[in-house]
């Protein structure tokens, strides 16, 4: 919404500065977007009269002008515009003007001596217009500074509304709050029933109420339609971005800048019976004033007569029934058109109006017939006519309804965290207008017709912080009792997580929720994602149930930056379908922790031979972030992974994840290069720490033993070690693989394993017996239950 302060200073004019003003006005919840000046600085430019145009002596585009700017003397000033003509009156900067960009001096043009400069639009900063010479109205008094006569010290304020607040969709809404906020009186333009000179009226239908509950007509004859529009109407709807079309149109417009509300105005002669308002047929056509043919649809509502379709209601008029400047007699619409009748039916036909755009919002629908007598009056001043009696048509229980709302000052005086008071309540009420009724400190009060935004005791506590300012409203910082939320020993943060993949060379990373349906089929072979009513995009179309694809994306990325070393890491949450129906909106959303490594293990240096990245280097790294728990790591069969180079990782014998490398075909289809490195593992599992148990340290040597057992090719050594640990002696500390051999001496369907035996007791010296007894126990174990035999 822009509009000129001179123009609302008519109506309100409160002691403030335009800045003074502006703020006001946006701690009033109006935000002022844009407060800028009409034209640019320039002085010394005066309303003159051209009294004679001769040709230059030496110069054929040029013309030797004599022109009374009333300065006591006639001057002569050399022009090249070819507009320029003898009786003009035109914008004429003085020797020692100071333009935009140019000081003005007495100078000789092609030897001839000329004391002045005649100007152009451009050259004043009104606009880029050179073309010729800035015609003024021939009534312009000489000698008049131009900056006065065409109020060019005027500003441009622009507002950037919220949509609850179209009642400050007009100049009569913004002087309404203008006098709230600063008490100064408003004067609005005085409006009359116009005398009615004619008997030519047009019934009103409504056929469709509960889209149009009030219409009002008349129709105004004999009018001027060429006749000029006023300057002053004019610079009032350019400088609210409004482009002067005719005086009829212009009047409309006018009125709705000024009032609020929307009016169309009809040729009469084309229309044929009554003026109905309904909706249309099937494949009903109309062609609108901006040359598109539409094909309205069922609940859009129409303007016809009895033959044919006028005009969408409250959107656009019909080309075929508009004014053109042959048109003598009009019909002059000022209708209600409900909100929900007009919400969204511009946009979907692919354009917007401002008609549209304020019904839309909602529009006084108790001003309908006062704005009908404010465009029929201005229509006859400048077009002269008579006015018929007017016709209006109502369906009240199809009108807005308000309801009283209720306020409680104490419960407001709560919200605000400030004293107002029932008086100063009172006050700011009355300020806008406001029918109440009070009881001690509680009010009732019946939102007026043009407050579509009045609803519930909230919105008039917002109406009292508008009004008191939000700027007065003191800031207080809370106050609180803070106390140290208890921290268990048995869990770890995930910011200690974080820290620790990043220590070991990873690149935390954020990826969406929403992922592609594909990565869900691909990666988690998921048929049934959770799939989002209203994506964000189309590849981002379900949520995910793994971690493992938005970081499989990221590596893509960044391979196409040519980035070859990538390692990153993610926390966040996945999403799976819940079949026990337990879970809060039918599915579940455990946490995880999900990483990637891909391309050289390490960055290169020439300390450390190059290699790839690989399976036991990001199972260094799953081990590293459970420590000290002890992970262990079994065969798995997973959509995502290789199968050969997979494994789930197991703490204390329950599964918490995966690791492995990427399935060689989704390295082809998503042109990795070379297969990445992945794990994810459930956060709350690994957020699990052991507490810290004392043992004795021992004082005795340890005894330190190896052994290698041949046993089946398809045995895995986790089973083995953990048999050999159980059948172990308590004075035994650790058994550790330390070597895997097949070849010369080894069976091909058998392989040795070598492990490492610590033993030590904590009171006394091993003695040789004790330690071979424990390695032929332990032998004698692997042998029963895999068949084990020593490798010699």
Partial sequence: ???????????????????????????????????????????????????????????????????????????????????????????????????????????????????????????????????????????????????????????????????????????????????????????????????????????????????????????????????????????????????????????????????????????????????????????????????????????????SDDMRALALAGIMGGEESGITADTTELFLESAFFAPDAVAGKARGLGFSSDASYRFERGVDFAATREALERATQLILDICGGQAGPVTEAVAPEHLPKREAVRLRVPRAEKILGIPLGAEVAERLFSGLDFSFRREGDVFTVIPPSHRFDIAIEEDLVEELARLHGYDNIPERRPRGPLAILPKREETRSVWRLRRLLAARDYQEVVNYSFVDAAWEKDFCANPDPVVLANPIASQMGVMRSSLIGGLVNNLLVNFNRRMERVRVFETGRSFLRDAAGDAVAGFLQPKRIAALAAGPAAPEQWGVAARRVDFFDVKGDVEALLAPLVAGFERLEHPALHPGRSAAVVVQGRPIGLIGELHPHWVQKYELGGAPVVFELDLDSVLQQVLPAHREVSRFPAVVRDMALVVDLGLAAKSLRETLAKAAPSFVQDVVLFDVYQGKGVDPDKKSLAFRVVMQDTEKTLSDGEVDAAMSKMIEAASRNFAAKLRS
């Fill in 1 to 303: 919404m822009q509009f000129s302060e001179h123009w609302l200073r008519e109506f309100v004019d409160p002691p403030l500065t335009s800045a003074e003003l502006a703020h006001a006005l946006t701690m009033a919840g109006l935000e002022v977007e844009a407060l800028q000046n009409v034209a640019q600085p320039f002085v010394g430019v005066a309303v003159a009269h051209v009294l004679v145009v001769d040709r230059h002596p030496d110069a054929d585009k040029l013309k030797l002008c004599q022109v009374d700017a009333g300065q006591g003397e006639i001057l002569q000033i050399v022009c090249g515009a070819p507009n320029v003509a003898v009786g003009m009156k035109v914008p004429c900067a003085l020797v020692g003007a100071e333009l935009p960009g140019v000081k003005i001096k007495a100078a000789k043009v092609r030897g001839v001596e000329s004391f002045g400069m005649l100007c152009s639009a451009r050259e004043l900063g009104l606009s880029e217009d050179h073309s010729g010479i800035l015609a003024l109205p021939d009534d312009a008094p000489v000698g008049e500074d131009i900056r006065t006569y065409l109020a060019l010290d005027d500003k441009l304020f622009t507002l950037k509304l919220t949509p609850n607040r179209a009642d400050c969709l007009s100049l009569k809404g913004i002087a309404r709050e203008v006098g709230a906020l600063t008490g100064t009186p408003v004067k609005l333009p005085a409006i009359r029933e116009c005398a009615v000179g004619s008997a030519q009226r047009r019934a009103v239908i409504l056929d469709a109420p509960a889209a149009c509950p009030r219409y009002c007509g008349r129709v105004v004859s004999g009018i001027d339609a060429r006749a000029p529009t006023p300057i002053w109407m004019k610079r009032r709807l350019e400088r609210s971005s409004i482009r002067s079309i005719s005086a009829v149109v212009d009047v409309t417009n006018y009125v709705m800048l000024e009032l609020g509300q929307p009016l169309h105005a009809f040729d009469n002669a084309r229309l044929q019976g009554g003026v109905h308002v309904r909706y249309p047929a099937p494949e009903e056509q109309l062609l609108l004033l901006n040359e598109q043919t539409v094909t309205p649809d069922p609940g859009t509502a129409l303007i």
